[in-house]
Each structure stands twice: as structure tokens, then as C-alpha cells.
């Protein structure tokens, strides 16, 4: 498990290590997102999945990618999108991952872009924000802290009100970006 | 010259004639419709939906689809490795019920699952916990609810994703079925809170 994820994050170095010349140049802000409130909820019991959500901006000058992440209490993460037509509810996983425009906001909710837990290892808890990483092509893992949000929520903050008092968005922008290139 | 704007007057007229009668026609028709509905008559093309099934309910008892003869339910079909809609409806539903009281009783709702390889009894009897008491889980052999899916013309498909896993593609209407066990109404994701209430309202009123 350690070896597959220190391979995968060799991997990835060597990626940005590849297309780094590009923006390693002045200290600039080629590659920068800024996630915002990322929330989960609290699931019934004996599920296996849940669900993520955010505010992703990329603050950067080039698009960038949210390819996936991990998330501590879940096996793995995959980015889904979730539609209705027709009365039917479909669900996609969201191959190449979603593409952020410079300067462009998507936002991770109910009913559109999430980020679908596979393989619950823990139930989330109201009070107990739960850490993971988001993983984007260029701007590399971001440490995010989700706050679990009453179950049926539709968003955070939604009616009943947080146990925990855990206001803050859990970010601590910019310190976890990946070192690029140099 | 004159002849000519009195001709292109009465031709607006004439249209402005069209455009009333047809709007008068279409107020009628939504009137007539309106008016059905009230009266509790169903659907367009109600009868097509709901059949016989035999399934299997979250206590691990059969479940046949005679119990539902001449009670009021909703049904809608879901599983249990679902992220979003089929928690958020069940949690609706819990919510309308508690705001229903004791009136929706006589009001049964059923979750049916599309995944019984996954959701056995016990399963949805653990996940259902979480909701009110008046909800059921159903699941089956995978012949006994590709039956039930039949009947209810409900789309379910399953779609791989990594890892051998799979998650599932499904209608996501609940179905209120009537005491004659007539399609009365449904009730949708899309739609806010208040209506949803009020079919439901109607529907353990009307019985």
C-alpha cells in the first residue's frame, strides 16, 4: 500500500517534474486552486459510499484538472457526475477528470459534480471533519478537511444546525501546494 | 390604398380570433385536467404502471405485491451503494411523514432495491434504521426484482466503475399509487418541498 502510493506520487512528481519548465518561471502563479468548503454529510448506517462536495477556483493562469484525491475514511475517491433525464438518475464517473478554466469556479453539489467515496472504511461523524487530498494535474494535492454536514443535507449548513461548531473551511491555502518544478 | 389597410385590419382581427380560441381551448383542456385531477382521477396512461410481484421485505419476509391491494402507498426504487438521491428522497420522505403525523398511518412507503446482489434483508433493514418506521425495504432474487422493475416500467442499469465495482444507473420518481392502486401522482427530485407535501397530504386523505 505505502510502496503503490509512494509510486504514485513518484509518478506524479516525475509528471510535474516534466511539465514544470513551463511554469516554474518567476515564481508565478501558473498553477493555484483555491477549494472552499468541502463538505460531506452523514450517511445511513452499513453505507459503503458517500459523497464530497466543494468550491474549487482556479487561481492560476492555466486550466488545471481535478483528477481525484483521497479521503481518509474511504478505499478510494473517483469524481462523478450525477444527472437526471427523463426521471432517471444516472451517474458517471467523470473520466479525465473536470476542467477548471482559469479564473473559473465549479462547484462540487448535490444533484452535479461530486466526489463519490467508494468503500467506506468509517461512518463520517457530525463534529469529526474528515481529511483527505485533492488531486489536480497541474496545481499536484491539496490537504482538505470536510465538514460532515447532518444527513439528507443539501448543502452545508443546511437546516439542522452543525454540532461541533467547526467553521472554519478547513484550508490552509497554498501551504500543501505541491513543490513545482526547481 | 384604404382597401388595403381595412384588408391587413381584418386579417389581424381574424388572427387575433385564432390566437384567442386557441387560448381559450387550451384554458378549457387545463381546466378539464385540473378538474380530473382533483376529483382524484389518475394519470394519462396510469393503468400501465405497477403489476404483480413477489419480493422479498427488509425483516426478510415475503413480500407480495396483494398487500398493497386497496392501501395508499408511494414506491420508489433505489439502492443502498447510492451517494445522493436515494438517501436525499428517503430523508424527504422521513421528513413529509413526520409533518404528515399520525395521518400518514394508513400511508405504507416502499423502497425497492435495483441491487439485491448487494442489498440482502438485513442490509436495508440497517440502512433504513436511519428513516421512519413506515418505510419498507423490498429486495429479492434478481428474477423477483427485474419483475417488479418490469412492472413499474422503472429504468435500472448497473455501470462499472474502477476497481470491479459498480454503481447504478435508475429511475428516481417516487410512485403514489391510490387505495384502487392507480397511479395518482408522483413525486420528483426537482420539485420543492411544499409540493411534494401536498401530494402526499392528498394522497393519505383520499386513500
Not at chain 1, 67 to 79: D, Q, W
Not at chain 1, 83 to 112: C, F, H
Not at chain 2, 37 to 62: I, T
Amino acid at each position: 500500500m505505502t510502496n503503490k502510493l509512494s509510486a504514485a506520487l513518484a509518478l506524479v512528481l516525475t509528471g510535474v517534474a516534466m511539465v514544470a519548465p513551463g511554469q516554474a518561471r518567476a515564481g508565478d502563479q501558473a498553477a493555484g486552486v483555491k477549494i472552499e468548503k468541502p463538505w460531506t454529510r452523514v450517511t445511513p448506517p452499513g453505507a459503503k459510499v458517500a459523497a464530497g462536495f466543494m468550491t474549487i477556483t482556479n487561481t492560476g493562469s492555466q486550466a488545471d484538472r481535478l483528477v481525484g484525491g483521497s479521503v481518509s475514511l474511504a478505499k478510494r475517491i473517483e469524481v462523478h457526475e450525477m444527472s437526471m433525464k427523463d426521471g432517471v438518475m444516472r451517474m458517471n464517473e467523470v473520466a479525465n477528470g473536470i476542467e477548471i478554466a482559469p479564473g473559473a469556479t465549479v462547484v462540487l453539489k448535490p444533484g452535479g459534480y461530486h466526489l463519490m467515496f467508494l468503500g467506506l472504511t468509517a461512518a463520517p461523524k457530525q463534529g469529526e471533519p474528515v481529511k483527505g487530498k485533492m488531486k489536480f494535474e497541474k496545481a499536484g494535492e491539496m490537504a482538505v478537511e470536510f465538514t460532515v454536514a447532518p444527513l439528507g443535507a443539501k448543502s452545508i449548513g443546511d437546516g439542522d444546525k452543525m454540532t461541533g461548531g467547526h467553521e472554519k473551511d478547513g484550508m490552509d491555502h497554498g501551504s500543501h501546494h505541491m513543490n513545482h518544478g526547481k | 390604398m384604404a382597401a388595403r389597410t381595412l384588408l391587413s385590419r381584418i386579417r389581424l382581427a381574424l388572427w387575433g380570433l385564432v390566437a384567442l380560441a386557441a387560448f381559450v381551448a387550451g384554458a378549457l383542456l387545463l381546466g378539464h385536467l385540473q378538474e380530473a385531477a382533483r376529483q382524484g382521477a389518475s394519470l394519462p396512461g396510469a393503468a400501465r404502471f405497477g403489476g404483480d410481484f413477489e419480493l422479498v421485505d427488509h425483516n426478510g419476509q415475503a413480500f407480495s405485491s396483494e398487500a398493497l391491494k386497496g392501501k395508499p402507498h408511494a414506491i420508489f426504487f433505489g439502492f443502498t451503494h447510492c451517494p445522493d438521491i436515494c438517501p436525499t428522497t428517503l430523508f424527504e420522505i422521513t421528513k413529509h411523514l413526520e409533518e404528515l403525523g399520525p395521518k400518514a398511518n394508513g400511508l405504507k412507503v416502499f423502497f425497492v432495491s435495483v441491487d439485491p446482489a448487494r442489498d440482502t434483508p438485513e442490509h436495508l433493514k440497517n440502512y433504513l434504521s436511519a428513516f421512519d418506521s413506515r418505510i419498507t425495504g423490498l429486495t429479492g432474487t434478481q428474477e423477483q426484482v427485474a419483475r417488479a422493475i418490469k412492472a413499474y416500467r422503472v429504468f435500472a442499469e448497473k455501470v462499472p466503475t474502477g476497481d470491479d465495482d459498480y454503481t447504478m444507473n435508475h429511475t428516481a420518481i417516487v410512485y403514489l399509487f391510490d387505495g384502487q392502486g392507480t397511479l395518482a401522482s408522483t413525486l420528483s427530485w426537482e420539485e420543492d418541498e411544499k409540493t411534494r407535501l401536498a401530494k402526499l397530504t392528498r394522497l393519505a386523505d383520499r386513500g
